[in-house]
């Protein structure tokens, strides 16, 4: 079994940053991409950003979070970032992280999720 666990949530004033971490343990036989969702209170899960594995890396974030944000990988220790910069009200929310886990049974790739990571934003 694979798990994910995030960390690097917080409180922060407009303007300041944050940095998340995700880490995957477990049995892990392959990862695929890696990636960021949020869920602010009344609205429904939304992307924040997503990168590939192996190669060039190849991110790609949601329109509200671009210039702002950059996610970045450990690969070799199944590790996700996501650098949070000039953050905004809007941008409060519980933060999940994601991957794409290679599951041996079915052979194929399922999206696990982490438990969440409050980020608050506010003065």
């Known amino acids: 079994q694979v798990q994910l666990v995030e960390s690097g949530g917080g409180s922060v004033q407009p303007g300041g940053s944050l940095r998340l971490s995700c880490a995957a343990s477990?049995?892990?036989?392959?990862?695929?991409?890696m990636g960021w969702y949020r869920q602010a209170p009344g609205k429904q899960r939304e992307l924040v950003a997503a990168?590939?594995?192996?190669?060039?890396?190849?991110?790609k974030y949601a329109d509200s979070v671009k210039g702002r944000f950059t996610i970045s990988r450990d690969t070799p220790k199944n590790t996700v970032y996501l650098q949070m910069n000039s953050l905004k009200p809007e941008d409060t929310a519980v933060y999940y992280c994601?991957?794409?886990?290679?599951?041996?049974?079915?052979?194929?790739?399922?999206?696990?999720w982490g438990q969440g990571t409050l980020v608050t934003v506010s003065s």
């Open positions: 477990g049995s892990i036989f392959s990862i695929n991409d």
């Open positions: 990168i590939t594995n192996g190669g060039v890396p190849n991110p």
């Open positions: 994601t991957a794409d886990n290679f599951d041996v049974e079915t052979a194929r790739y399922l999206k696990i």
